[in-house]
């Protein structure tokens, strides 16, 4: 018989995490800043660091998106029971005629999987959370995301954030054991595409999310502390290409809105680069090392 596990205080981490970091889709900017540098290696592997990290953002606004599939939203709990994206009230419940998108879902009878949920943005329309979206994300649920061994996998049809047309497959596996909650997040052939511009980046990326700590009070999540190993390629318009390989597994509190700990190695067409989370702190500072030469950067 499988298990049912609490997710609501997990998911609220790992919704925060990817909103506060996000830096939207309104232009074409980097995700850190620091002081400039004259060197074009230095400056493109900063790029890549910074597409690295603004793809992984973009991805995570679909998981927290697909998490919020509720009662209040299709009428059962497909996601967690809780709201963790922005498109919805803090309670979840609103008038759905006061929204800027439609919600359908196929078989539209409780508890009978595989289920088909399409959020419909239209033609373009402002949403609670102040990002511009339109087209449509298909989702399939091969059950509710809190069973362990469930499927969520999301494609997309026209679906822009504002200024950027999103492609690809997201997909989230739920490997939770019966002491340790856990998720396998999956990317696959991402395309983000400025419309401004016509710039793009490509990725593809495989992350392990586990609870390290707080497992034994599921309903107190300020004892909450998340790991978070995995890698990514990824490629962009101006020809570069690079891996990101998380060295040292990346460290997020439940009580810090930052990741706090942990490293990430960027290798960018020969060049490495080595992003650093500080040691354990809750702020927005960590460091990009280059060729020797360590930069410091705030996350935005």
């Not at 340790?180 to 991402?190: E, F, H, L, R, S």
Request: net charge neutral.
């Amino acid at each position: 018989m499988k298990k049912f596990i609490n997710f609501s205080s997990w998911l609220f981490a790992f919704a925060i995490t990817g909103a506060l970091i996000f830096t939207g889709c309104k232009k074409e900017s980097s995700t850190v800043t620091t002081s400039t540098d004259s060197s074009d290696d230095v400056t493109a592997t900063m790029e890549a660091t910074s597409a690295d990290i603004e793809s992984s953002n973009t991805f995570d606004d679909v998981f927290n998106i697909t998490a919020s599939m509720n009662t209040s939203q299709v009428g059962e709990d497909l996601g967690v029971g809780v709201n963790v994206s922005g498109l919805f009230n803090l309670g979840g419940r609103e008038d759905s005629a006061a929204r800027c998108f439609t919600i359908s879902v196929v078989p539209a009878i409780p508890h009978v999987f595989p289920k088909t949920v399409t959020i419909d943005f239209g033609p373009g329309c402002l949403c609670r959370d102040g990002k511009y979206r339109k087209g449509k994300i298909v989702t399939i649920y091969t059950a509710p995301m809190v069973i362990p061994g469930s499927k969520v996998s999301s494609t997309f049809v026209g679906y822009n954030v504002d200024s950027f047309a999103i492609e690809g497959t997201h997909i989230t596996e739920n490997t939770s054991t019966s002491n340790m909650q856990g998720w396998k997040v999956t990317v696959i052939d991402a395309k983000i595409t400025n419309s401004n511009n016509s710039k793009w980046k490509k990725w593809n990326s495989i992350r392990q999310v586990t609870q390290s700590e707080g497992n034994g009070t599921p309903g107190f999540p300020l004892d909450d502390v998340y790991k978070i190993t995995g890698a990514a390629t990824g490629s962009n318009s101006a020809g570069h290409q690079w891996t990101s390989v998380i060295t040292d597994a990346l460290i997020k509190k439940f009580t810090c809105q930052w990741i706090v700990k942990g490293s990430v190695r960027i290798d960018r067409d020969g060049m490495q680069a080595l992003l650093d989370y500080g040691n354990g702190n809750c702020d927005n500072q960590a460091t990009i090392t280059i060729n020797g030469t360590t930069h410091p950067i705030t996350l935005q």
